[in-house]
Nanobody
Framework: VQLQASGGGLVQAGGSLRLSCAASGSGFRFNAISWYRQTPGKQRDLVARITGGYRTNYADSVKGRFTISRDNAKNTAYLQMNSLKPEDTDVYYC??????????WGQGTQVTVSS
């Protein structure tokens, strides 16, 4: 599984961005897809996850503002981020967790929210 994250950028507080995570390889629809974020020097924190059965969970800090979704026909997952805050500034990574319990990571995409 290879993951390609995109969609990061610079946005003003209150604005929106949509991140995409495009996957190659087979079995995408069975994988849980997650978005994490990380500040350099700190741990990587879970932002949102969607399972193969479309169950979702979110970090408390993003509930009501971020929405994770997936399009299995396109082998792509998305993170819609609304009402962005400066504290959402981070490098965002997508992750795939397979039924075989393997973890795969995409490269990070920088999100910067200016105040």
């Amino acid at each position: 599984v290879q993951l390609q994250a995109s969609g990061g950028g610079l946005v003003q507080a209150g604005g929106s961005l949509r991140l995409s995570c495009a996957a190659s390889g087979s079995g995408f629809r069975f994988n849980a897809i997650s978005w994490y974020r990380q500040t350099p020097g700190k741990q990587r924190d879970l932002v949102a996850r969607i399972t193969g059965g479309y169950r979702t969970n979110y970090a408390d800090s993003v509930k009501g503002r971020f929405t994770i979704s997936r399009d299995n026909a396109k082998n792509t997952a998305y993170l819609q981020m609304n009402s962005l805050k400066p504290e959402d500034t981070d490098v965002y990574y997508c992750n795939a967790y397979t039924p075989q319990r393997a973890n795969y990571w995409g490269q990070g995409t920088q999100v910067t929210v200016s105040s």
